[in-house]
């Protein structure tokens, strides 16, 4: 028993424990960087939105290569090293014997490696099992990609530690941080000699116990001889404040250059790496103000936080997110409930429905003169779900394959695109693929290339600007001499454009003319206006009669359900908004990318569609109830084609909770998830009277993911990994997905046989 005591004695005052049990009691915030990482990458934080993924399947230039791993190895390397010296600076003084050794910040990082070891064993350990679960077994492309990560935490140590470790004044590197030392010290006079000798005589008053600490990995040492003249304190304090200086101001010039040059695709470095720099200078900051304003507690980040919000409340400071395209120099359009009754106005309604009424007309025109005089329309109505890039591939993977299984007729029918975020990256691309397609151009919808396009990597880009603009200066653009800021909305419209190559130029009135002829379906964009919670209805063809309030009985008129975007800023050039940037406002998901001001007065705020409406349901029947007797007519039938990111029939939940804090907070996950469910019951409601009030044949098919595909289905977020790819290909083989792809088969398969005998009589007639 006495053995086991003083085993557990000896552990419990070793200075490894000591330190970490300091770290718990005073500086929780330096725990927190770690707890934000380490949650990360095991998968506690943020799993469902793929944050783990950035760390463990990074992507550079496009791919994850050997060079993606050595940058996320080294910027982790430079987050550990950030912490050790943090520490070093603030707490070393308290361990005077540290300064007796050759090298103290040496000895006390070996000391103080507890959390970096269980750092590094959980992201090997669970990086060794990703990547060995991918190949199959351990061989030499999981080795290949581990190496990576070594070489770049490897380089890192060895260029930090030949600046810090070295007891000599060797190289410019030391020689600059001596230099900033004596700067330093001229710069805070009294005041640092203050803190200096305070501290330098606090660690000669510390009653703090240690008996033991490594003097080597692997080699234990006896506390035996402490300081006793608190000068060689002294020094061990101001030997390294310098070099930790201008280690702070090294990084945050990497991190200004980065920004700088990020339009260069070679200066995009892996998102997962972009967070570890802004976490390793922000975990430096709060250092230095412990260490200097220790004694006022947390009057230095109340201060701080004062300030930001003083700051944060001027209108003159604030960084403008625009749409690219639109003009903000001239007269900003009204705002008001008397502008919104004038653009719902019953001239607008009328021209609008009869503008999509001779729409219609065209197409079905169209239609039978490719596939045959008698031959009607059997008008499908497209519905894409909201979800990142995993909706984006997945929409598309469909889209393609049923226009493959059916030989193009699919695609004829089709009579419009609605959803949200990222399902209408998909539905944009197929209908511009198609366009090209009608337009003669040599391409095939089934090319995995153009998969891969919308499966490529957003994230980079728009993280490096998510955690650096707050202190960056912002930098400014010019396009139609038009001023923009280069902030995270500009930097995914190019990145979105750089993937798909073929949007790059694209206009919103771009595709007017090619609607109306009835060439492509109209595609509708429905970001919602937090100014009202409502719906901006952005389509290239006028849309009024989709946002107008409708009257239900004599005594009752429902509130309009949104605004039509080309009628609210015709003067401020809505047709010459990008495409792009109307997409990026369609899929305007909360702390990745920023709310959209649009140019009215007061500003009008856009964000993500799926706060509304995340199915595009509510859309397509507004659109099919508006021209019910046209489809009746005219057509041979309606189908909607749902396109989910998720299962209709979601599995019963055990929602029962032991201890007060998981009853406490089971609203905010699971009690959000039943008010998700009971919109969707909603729609279902909205479909089912559909199919009464409509005079004819109405179909609703559904392709669904996640299936049984995946134990661990693709998450939300704007970069996929390589098995997420494989996961959402391997869906499209399910057999919910196979029987929604022959009920279509064989929905269309008549037509086609008749559009193919009315081809073959139009040949022999000529």
């Known amino acids: 028993m006495k053995k086991a005591r003083r085993i557990f004695e000896a552990l419990g005052y070793a200075l490894p424990i000591q330190l970490l049990a300091l770290q718990v009691k005073k500086y929780k915030l330096l725990l927190l960087f770690w707890f934000i990482v380490l949650g990360m990458i095991s998968g506690s934080i943020g799993s469902g939105y793929g944050l783990t993924y950035l760390f463990l399947e990074p992507e550079y230039m496009g791919n994850e290569s050997f060079l993606s791993l050595l940058l996320v190895g080294a910027t982790l390397g430079t987050f550990v090293f950030a912490y050790l010296i943090t520490l070093y600076i603030n707490e070393s003084y308290r361990y005077s014997f540290i300064a007796l050794e050759r090298h103290p910040f040496l000895i006390f990082s070996l000391n103080n490696s507890l959390l970096p070891a269980l750092l590094l064993s959980i992201y090997l350990f669970r990086f060794a099992a990703f990547h060995i679960d991918t190949q199959g077994s351990f061989n030499g492309v999981v080795f290949g990609k581990m190496l990576g990560l070594g070489v770049g935490m490897g380089l890192t140590m060895l260029l930090f530690g030949s600046y810090f470790f070295t007891r000599g004044r060797i190289g410019i590197l030391q020689t600059l941080g001596d230099g900033l030392e004596r700067e330093l010290e001229k710069a805070r006079g009294d005041t640092n000699k203050k803190v200096i000798f305070g501290k330098a005589k606090e660690s000669l008053r510390s009653t703090k116990r240690v008996d033991h600490y490594f003097i080597s990995p692997f080699r234990l040492a006896r506390v035996r001889n402490r300081v006793r003249d608190f000068r060689h304190v002294v020094n061990g304090l101001n030997k390294h404040h310098g070099r930790l200086l201008l280690f702070q101001i090294g990084i945050f010039a990497l991190i200004a250059i980065l920004g700088l040059l990020e339009e260069n695709r070679h200066f995009q470095i892996p998102a997962g790496a972009s967070l570890l720099l802004v976490l390793s200078l922000l975990m430096m900051v709060a250092g230095a103000v412990t260490f200097w304003y220790r004694k006022l507690g947390v009057i230095p980040f109340l201060a701080f936080f004062l300030l930001f919000y003083v700051v944060d409340t001027q209108e003159a400071l604030h960084d403008n997110h625009y749409a690219l395209g639109l003009d903000y120099d001239v007269e900003r359009a009204a705002y008001t409930p008397e502008r919104l009754q004038d653009l719902s106005c019953p001239d607008n309604y009328r021209n609008d429905r009869d503008y999509h009424i001779a729409m219609l007309d065209r197409w079905a025109a169209r239609y039978r003169a490719k596939h045959g005089p008698d031959m009607k329309p059997k008008a499908v109505l497209v519905t894409a779900t909201g979800g990142g890039l995993r909706s984006a591939f997945w929409t598309y993977l469909v889209l393609q394959q049923l226009d493959s299984t059916t030989h193009g007729i699919f695609s004829d029918n089709i009579r419009l695109f609605s959803g949200a975020s990222g399902g209408m990256f998909g539905t944009a691309y197929f209908r511009e693929l198609k366009l090209r397609q009608e337009q003669g151009e040599a391409l095939e919808m089934s090319e995995p290339a153009y998969q891969q396009n919308l499966s490529k990597d957003l994230l980079n880009r728009i993280a490096y600007r998510n955690f650096t603009e707050v202190f960056l200066p912002g930098l400014e653009v010019e396009i139609d001499n038009k001023v923009y800021d280069k902030d995270r909305g500009y930097a995914f419209d190019q990145e979105l454009a750089y993937n798909l190559p073929e949007l790059k130029d694209r206009r919103l009135g771009d595709y007017q003319k ?52 080309r009628r609210m800023f015709e003067k401020q050039g809505a047709d010459s908004m990008f495409f792009v940037s109307a997409l990026r406002m369609n899929a305007t998901f909360p702390f990745v990318l920023p709310q959209v001001q649009l140019p009215s007065q007061p500003a009008m705020f856009v964000m993500d569609a799926g706060a509304i409406d995340n199915y595009g349901v509510t859309t397509a029947v507004q659109y099919l109830f508006e021209f019910k007797e046209w489809f009746a007519k005219n057509s041979d039938g309606v189908l909607i084609v749902q396109i989910r990111d998720n299962k209709r029939l979601d599995p019963i939940l055990d929602v029962a909770e032991n201890g007060y804090i998981n009853r406490t907070f089971s609203p905010l996950g699971r009690g959000y998830k039943s008010m998700v469910e009971s919109r969707e019951m909603a729609y279902d409601r909205l479909l089912e009277a559909a199919g009464e009030w409509f005079d004819s044949k109405l179909e609703i098919v559904s392709f669904e993911y996640p299936m049984e595909t995946s134990d661990k289905p693709a998450s939300i977020s704007f970069h996929l990994t390589e098995r997420e790819k494989q996961s959402i290909l391997n869906s499209l083989s399910h057999h919910h997905n196979q029987e929604a792809l022959e009920i279509i088969q064989k929905y269309y398969e008549a037509d086609r046989l008749l559009a193919q005998q009315y081809r073959l009589l139009t040949q022999l007639n000529k």
């Open 514 to 565: 090619w609607e109306y002829e009835g060439v492509i379906p109209p595609l509708i964009l429905t970001p919602t206006i937090t100014n009202q919670g409502r719906k901006l209805f952005i389509s290239s063809s006028p849309v009024s009669f989709l946002a107008r309030g409708s009257k239900i009985t004599e005594l009752y008129v429902s509130k309009a359900s949104g605004i039509e975007f």
